[in-house]
């Protein structure tokens, strides 16, 4: 989703991954692992900003969480650090705080995670927060709702984040002037929206869709969507 869109801006990106992707215009392509700090650093090289969306996606294993989303995350701060790179942008999630109220949202909430996933967003914010405060990275976590090319669920007529509103929060992230460390909700301008964007609107975000025109095609939540933040996440551990 934000391959194509940020690609827009003019700006070199370069993307790792752990198996080979093609470059396009403009594109540099890393091979290696998130948990490969030489590499890493080396890769982060006469960057502006990392932007860090690797690790897996929901829950698993707490073996894979550690190795992936925590140890991984440790490593792309500590490669910045060693780069020189100024500014992260983390990909936390609202799963860092998923057993709140369904319509509590304000910034910064005390981590409440649902899930070992959830967990491993809360080490990495707390990471963000060291590495800002030992050593001065800009580093700013978008605690993302539902990312996808449009709502299918009831809750996620509140908690939706289209791909166009993502690409936005992001380039908001990376520019915003000398933004410090913070938190901020990656969610659209959906009428049914309960979590603040006071913070995200701070650093200079200004999100233009809303889930509402999908009203009429999601199905119904369910009791744990309506229950808690996090939603079914916040169900019986697998």
Do not use: Q
Not at 76 to 98: C, L, Q
Request: aromatic residues 8%; glycine residues 10%; contains cysteine.
């Amino acid at each position: 989703m934000l391959r194509s869109r940020m690609a827009r801006t003019g700006r070199l990106l370069r993307l790792l991954d752990v198996v080979p992707v093609e470059s396009g215009a403009g594109e540099e392509v890393v091979t290696c692992s998130v948990s490969d700090l030489d590499a890493m650093a080396e890769a982060s090289a006469g960057m502006d900003a990392v932007v860090h969306l690797a690790g897996h996606p929901g829950e698993t294993a707490w073996a894979d969480i550690l190795a992936d989303n925590i140890d991984g995350t440790y490593t792309v701060f500590e490669a910045a650090r060693r780069a020189g790179v100024p500014r992260v942008v983390y990909a936390s999630s609202n799963h860092a705080v998923g057993f709140r109220p369904a319509d509590d949202g304000p910034d910064y909430a005390f981590p409440r995670p649902d899930t070992f996933y959830g967990v491993s967003k809360v080490v990495g914010e707390a990471l963000g927060s060291l590495y800002h405060d030992r050593h001065g990275l800009h580093v700013v976590c978008l605690r993302i709702g539902t990312c996808a090319d449009r709502p299918t669920g009831e809750r996620a007529l509140a908690t939706w984040l289209s791909p166009d509103d993502c690409a936005r929060l992001v380039e908001a992230a990376i520019a915003a002037p000398d933004p410090g460390f913070r938190v901020v909700w990656g969610v659209s301008a959906n009428t049914r929206g309960t979590w603040s964007l006071a913070e995200a609107r701070a650093i200079g975000y200004e999100p233009r869709d809303d889930a509402e025109i999908y009203a009429s095609d999601v199905t119904p939540a369910s009791d744990l969507d309506r229950t808690y933040l996090g939603g079914d996440f916040c169900g019986d551990a697998p």
